[in-house]
C-alpha cells in the first residue's frame, strides 16, 4: 500500500513528508533544551564475556543541578547506595572546588557538558537515506507518524557507508501534533564503524510539563571497539525529575 511507498527515487532530489522534515530540522535542539533543566540521571552499565555471560553490572546515578548559573554533575549513588564515606567527600570537595572556580570566573563554560545519546546520522537523513512511511503508532495517548530509513549505498557500497558513519538502519517516531522526534530504534548494519555490526539503540523523549521534548531514556547493547578489543556491552540511561532553570536563580554550596 502506500504507507510502504518509498518517499523518493533519488537520495539527491528527495523530498521528505513535511511532518518529519520539520522534526529532523529540530532534532538536535531537544538535548539543547535539556540543559535549561535540572534532572537526575541513572546510568546503568553490564559487560558480558565472549560467549555472552554477564561479566559486570553496575549502576550510578547523578543530580544535575545548576552551579553558579552553570550544569554540574553531581554523583550522588552507586548501585543504588549512598557514596562510601572516602567518595563522598572527594565528591563534596569537587563540588567545592568548581564553586570557587566559577566564582572567580575561571570555569566561565562549566565542566559539565550534557551528552545525552551517541550521534546518530539524523541530519543526513534527507541527502543519505531512502525512507518509507511506515504507518501509525501512538506513544503515551499521543498519535505518532513512524519512518523508516535505510542509507543509500554509493559506488563504495557497504563499505563506503560505514567509512562515512551512515551504517544505520532507523526507525523513527514523529510525534504528529508538534513534528518532534519522540522515539528511534536503530542498528548497526555494516563494518567499518566503532559501533560493531548489529548493535542496537534506543532513545526516547518526551514533553515535560507541557513545555519541552525532553530525553527520558537512552540504551545502546552491542560491540563496541575500544582500545583495540571488541568489547560486548548494554548501557541504559535515564531521565526524570526535570526541573526547569530559571536564569536569576544560583544553586551553590555551602
Same mark, same amino acid.
Given at each position: 500500500g502506500?504507507?510502504g511507498?518509498?518517499?523518493?527515487a533519488?537520495a539527491?532530489?528527495q523530498?521528505?513528508?513535511l511532518?518529519?522534515s520539520q522534526a529532523?530540522?529540530?532534532y538536535?535542539?531537544?538535548?539543547?533544551?535539556?540543559q &535549561?533543566y =535540572?534532572?537526575?540521571e541513572?546510568?546503568?552499565d553490564?559487560?558480558?564475556?565472549?560467549?555472552?555471560?554477564l561479566?559486570?553490572d553496575?549502576s550510578?546515578?547523578f543530580?544535575?543541578?545548576?552551579?553558579?548559573g552553570a550544569p554540574?554533575?553531581?554523583h550522588?549513588?552507586?548501585?543504588?547506595?549512598?557514596?562510601p564515606?572516602?567518595?563522598q567527600?572527594?565528591?563534596?570537595?569537587?563540588?567545592a572546588?568548581v564553586?570557587?572556580? &566559577?566564582r572567580e570566573?575561571?570555569?566561565?563554560?562549566?565542566?559539565f557538558?550534557?551528552q545525552?545519546?551517541?550521534k546518530?546520522?539524523?541530519?543526513?537523513?534527507p541527502? &543519505?537515506f531512502?525512507?518509507t =512511511?511506515a504507518?501509525a503508532d501512538e506513544?503515551?495517548?499521543?498519535?505518532?507518524?513512524?519512518y523508516?530509513?535505510?542509507? &543509500?549505498?554509493?559506488?563504495?557500497?557497504?563499505k563506503?557507508?560505514?567509512?562515512?558513519?551512515?551504517a544505520w538502519e532507523?526507525?523513527?517516531?514523529?510525534d504528529e501534533?508538534?513534528?518532534?522526534?519522540?522515539k528511534?530504534e536503530a542498528k548497526?548494519? =555494516?563494518?567499518g564503524?566503532?559501533y560493531?555490526n548489529?548493535l542496537?539503540v534506543e532513545?526516547?523523549w518526551?514533553?515535560?510539563?507541557?513545555? =519541552?521534548?525532553?530525553p527520558v531514556r537512552?540504551?545502546?547493547k552491542g @560491540?563496541?571497539?575500544?582500545?583495540m578489543?571488541n568489547?560486548a556491552?548494554e548501557t541504559?540511561?535515564?531521565?526524570s525529575d526535570? @526541573?526547569?532553570?530559571h536564569?536569576?536563580t544560583?544553586?551553590?554550596?555551602?
Open positions: 502506500c504507507l511507498l518509498l518517499l523518493s533519488s539527491e532530489n523530498t521528505l513528508d511532518s518529519l529532523i530540522a529540530s538536535d535542539t531537544t538535548a539543547e533544551e535539556a &535549561r =535540572a534532572y537526575t541513572r546510568k546503568q553490564r559487560t558480558y564475556d565472549s560467549n555472552g555471560k561479566k559486570q553496575s550510578d546515578t543530580e544535575i543541578i545548576f552551579l553558579e554540574y554533575q553531581k550522588t549513588l552507586h548501585n543504588d547506595q549512598p557514596l564515606e572516602k567518595e567527600k572527594a565528591e563534596d570537595k569537587k563540588l572546588d564553586t570557587k572556580s &566559577r570566573k575561571k570555569d566561565k563554560a562549566g565542566l557538558s550534557g545525552f545519546y551517541l546518530l546520522p539524523v541530519d543526513q537523513i541527502t &543519505r531512502d525512507v =512511511a504507518g506513544i503515551d495517548g499521543r498519535k505518532m507518524l513512524v523508516k530509513a535505510l542509507p &543509500r549505498a554509493g559506488a563504495g557500497g557497504m563506503e557507508i560505514g567509512r562515512d558513519g551512515l532507523m526507525k523513527l517516531w514523529v501534533q508538534d513534528k518532534i522526534v519522540s528511534i548497526v548494519i =555494516a563494518d564503524m566503532r560493531e548489529g542496537m532513545f526516547n518526551k514533553k515535560v510539563n507541557n513545555e =519541552a521534548w525532553l537512552h540504551w545502546v @560491540k563496541v571497539r575500544y582500545m578489543m568489547i556491552v541504559e540511561q535515564t531521565y526535570y @526541573k526547569k532553570f536564569a536569576d544560583k544553586i551553590v554550596s555551602e
